[in-house]
C-alpha cells in the first residue's frame, strides 16, 4: 500500500468555471487540497470520486485506471472512503445501521475495520442512536467511521469541519489527528483553513481558478516564496521535531529539530515524542546581534531570499537555520535599515511556536 | 339500509381503487423518480402531459379513451390483435381509463417527495458502494415513505370520487362497472333521495378520513433532513 500512487489529470470547463488539473501524488499520509472556494478543489475531489465525470481525464490509483479514454470505473464500484462536508447520514437508519450500510456492501471489508473505526472516533456510545438527535460533531464522527468501515483504499474528506462551529471543530480534530497518526491510509483532504492545512497535511496542493499551482511536501511547499498562498495572517512554517528534554521548574519542554532546538510551552508530552512545530512568520523576527530579550529563542541563522507580501511595506524573509528553513515577516525599512541581504547571517528571534501533535 | 345494489357498488369501487392504485405505484414511480432527476428538455413537455387530467374535463379524457378502446382505436387494435374482448364497457376499461385519470395524483407527491431528497443521499450510497437501483430501493423509496403514503392515498380517493369518465367508458353495468358515485346518479335521477344519502354519506365520511389522514400525518411528521 505504501507505493500507491495517484495520478490524476482532469480537464472539465462549465460555464465560468474549469478544471485543468495534471497531478501526482503520493500513496500516504495526508494530501491537503488548499485553495479559497471557487478554486475548484471540491470539483476536483469530485472528480476522483466519481461524482463528477470530467469529459477528458485519466486516473490511476495504486496501478488501477479507475478513468481513462476507455474506461470509466462507476462511484460505487471505486475503493474509496468520502466524507461529505455535512455530515449526510442516512435519516432513515440508526447510526449502526448507517455505519453496516457501505460494510455490507464493500468486499474488502471485515467486522474489524468496522470496530477499529468505532474506536477510532469513539462512537461507541452512539450506535443505537437516531441521527437526527446526535450533535453536528457526532453525526460528523460518525460519518467518518463509515467511510473507514468499507476499508477504502483512499480516503476522501471534503472540507469535514466546515460546516461545524468552533467547539465542534476541537471536539473533532483529536480524533482527525488520531486518523492521521494511526491509519496507513493515504487521504486527499479539502480545506481551505490553514489552521487544518499545518495540523493535519503532510502534502500540499494549492489550487486556485481550477488549476494546481503548486504541490509538494508541507513543508518545503510552505516556505516556498514564489506562491501567492492564501495564507495571510497565517503565513508560516512547519517543522518535524522531537521533543528532547523537558524541564519541570520552568514548565518548558525542547524541541529538537534538524539545525537547533527551541523552548515551548510545555504540554505534558514525553522526550522522544515527534511533534510538528508550527512557526507563523509574524512571530520570527531578525537581530544584528544576540540581545538580552524576552524573546528566549534566538539562534543565528542564514538569509536565504527575500521575497514580497501581501503589502507593499512588507517582505517575506526566509532563513535557513542548519537545515531548517523559517519565513520571517518583516518590514521593508527593517530590511533596509539592518542591511538584510542574501547569504547573510543574523540572530534570528522566535517570539512563540504552536506544538500541534 | 344500504341494499345490494349498494355494497356491490362500494365493492367495485373499492376492488377498482385498490387495483388503480397498485398499477400507478409500479408506473407512476420510475416516471416521478424520472421527472424529479432528469435534466433534459423532454421534462417540461412529459410533465405537462402527466398533469393534463388536472384541468381536463372527465368528459374528454373519457371520450378520446372511448375511441383508443374503439374497433379503430390503437387499444382496440391491440386487444383484437391479442385475440381478447374489447376494453369499453369491462371492469379492465375502467382500469385502464382510470390509471391515466388518476395519475398525476400518484406522480406530483412522488416527484416532490424525490427532488426534496436532492443528489445527496444518493451520492453517499454510491460512495458506499451501493449501485444506482440498490441505492434507489434501500435510500430512496424510504426517505420518499411519506410522500409514497400521501401520492397512494390520494391516488386511491381520487379514483373512488371518478364519475365522468366511468359515465363515458365504462356505462352503468351492475357489478362491472357500476361504481359509487354512478349508483348515486341513479338513485337521484330515480328521485329516490333517501338512498342516494345513505350511499352520499358514505363517500363523505370516507374522504374527510383520508383527507385527516393526510393533514394530521402532514403535522405531526418529525422533519427530516439528511
Excluded at chain 1, 445501521?97 to 471485515?110: F, I, K, Q, V
Aim: proline content about 5%; some cysteine; aromatic content about 8%.
Amino acid at each position: 500500500m505504501s507505493d500507491l500512487e495517484i495520478q490524476a489529470r482532469f480537464q472539465l470547463a462549465w460555464p465560468g468555471f474549469a478544471l485543468d488539473v495534471d497531478l501526482e501524488l503520493p500513496g500516504r499520509g495526508v494530501t491537503a487540497l488548499f485553495g479559497v472556494s471557487g478554486s475548484g478543489k471540491t470539483t476536483l475531489l469530485r472528480c476522483i470520486a466519481g461524482l463528477e465525470r470530467a469529459p477528458q481525464g485519466r486516473l490511476v490509483v495504486d496501478g488501477d485506471i479507475w478513468q481513462s479514454d476507455q474506461q470509466w470505473l462507476p462511484t460505487h464500484k471505486r475503493p474509496l472512503g468520502y466524507v461529505f462536508q455535512e455530515a449526510s447520514l442516512f435519516s432513515h437508519l440508526s447510526v449502526q445501521d448507517n455505519l453496516h450500510y457501505g460494510l455490507r456492501r464493500s468486499r474488502r471489508s471485515s467486522r474489524s475495520s468496522l470496530d477499529q473505526a468505532i474506536e477510532l472516533l469513539g462512537i461507541g456510545h452512539l450506535l443505537t442512536r437516531n441521527p437526527d438527535l446526535l450533535s453536528g460533531g457526532e453525526r460528523q464522527r460518525v460519518a467518518i467511521a463509515r467511510a473507514l468501515a468499507v476499508s477504502p483504499r483512499l480516503l476522501l474528506m471534503d472540507e469535514p469541519l466546515a460546516a461545524l462551529d468552533l467547539q465542534r471543530k476541537r471536539e473533532i480534530f483529536p480524533y482527525l489527528e488520531r486518523l492521521h497518526r494511526e491509519l496507513d491510509m493515504p487521504v486527499l483532504y479539502v480545506t481551505h483553513s490553514p489552521e487544518e492545512l499545518t495540523r493535519l497535511a503532510d502534502y500540499l496542493v494549492v489550487m486556485e481558478n481550477g488549476r494546481a499551482i503548486a504541490s509538494g511536501n508541507l513543508a518545503e511547499t510552505l516556505s516556498r516564496l514564489d506562491l501567492p498562498i492564501q495564507l495571510g495572517e497565517d503565513a508560516g512554517v512547519i517543522i518535524e521535531a522531537t521533543i528532547g528534554a523537558v524541564d519541570n521548574e520552568w514548565h518548558l519542554a525542547r524541541v529538537d529539530f534538524a539545525g537547533g532546538s527551541l523552548w515551548a510551552k510545555d504540554q505534558g508530552l514525553a522526550p522522544g515524542t515527534s511533534v510538528r512545530v508550527r512557526v507563523l512568520a509574524r512571530d520570527v523576527s531578525l537581530a544584528a546581534q544576540q540581545t538580552a530579550s524576552s524573546i528566549q529563542n534566538q539562534m543565528p541563522g542564514q538569509i536565504d531570499a527575500i521575497g514580497e507580501d501581501e503589502h507593499p511595506g512588507l517582505a517575506l524573509v526566509r532563513v535557513h537555520i542548519g537545515d531548517t528553513i523559517l519565513l520571517a515577516r518583516l518590514t521593508k525599512r527593517a530590511i533596509a535599515t539592518l542591511d538584510v541581504g542574501v547569504g547573510k547571517t543574523f540572530w534570528v528571534q522566535i517570539k512563540s511556536v504552536a506544538l500541534l501533535q | 339500509m344500504l341494499t345490494d345494489g349498494d355494497l356491490q357498488a362500494l365493492w367495485l369501487t373499492v376492488r377498482l381503487a385498490a387495483i388503480v392504485t397498485f398499477i400507478l405505484l409500479l408506473i407512476g414511480t420510475p416516471i416521478a423518480w424520472w421527472l424529479a432527476r432528469t435534466k433534459c428538455w423532454w421534462k417540461g413537455p412529459i410533465g405537462a402531459i402527466v398533469a393534463l387530467p388536472l384541468v381536463l374535463p372527465p368528459s374528454v379524457l373519457g371520450f378520446y379513451l372511448l375511441l383508443a378502446m374503439g374497433p379503430s382505436g390503437p387499444v382496440g387494435q391491440l386487444t383484437e390483435a391479442l385475440n381478447i374482448a374489447p376494453l369499453a364497457f369491462t371492469f379492465w376499461g375502467l382500469v385502464l381509463a382510470s390509471v391515466f385519470y388518476s395519475l398525476p395524483f400518484m406522480v406530483q407527491p412522488l416527484q416532490t417527495a424525490f427532488e426534496a431528497i436532492g443528489e445527496r443521499p444518493l451520492e453517499v450510497a454510491a460512495t458506499l458502494r451501493a449501485s444506482p437501483l440498490d441505492a434507489f430501493f434501500t435510500v430512496a423509496v424510504p426517505l420518499a415513505k411519506p410522500g409514497f403514503i400521501t401520492a397512494s392515498i390520494l391516488t386511491f380517493a381520487h379514483t373512488v370520487g371518478e364519475f365522468g369518465v366511468v359515465l363515458m367508458i365504462g356505462g352503468n353495468i351492475p357489478g362491472v362497472t357500476r361504481v359509487a358515485s354512478v349508483q348515486i346518479y341513479d338513485y337521484v335521477e330515480a328521485l329516490n333521495y333517501s338512498q342516494a344519502h345513505r350511499l352520499a354519506l358514505v363517500l363523505l365520511v370516507f374522504s374527510f378520513v383520508v383527507l385527516l389522514a393526510i393533514y394530521a400525518g402532514r403535522r405531526f411528521r418529525p422533519v427530516r433532513g439528511v
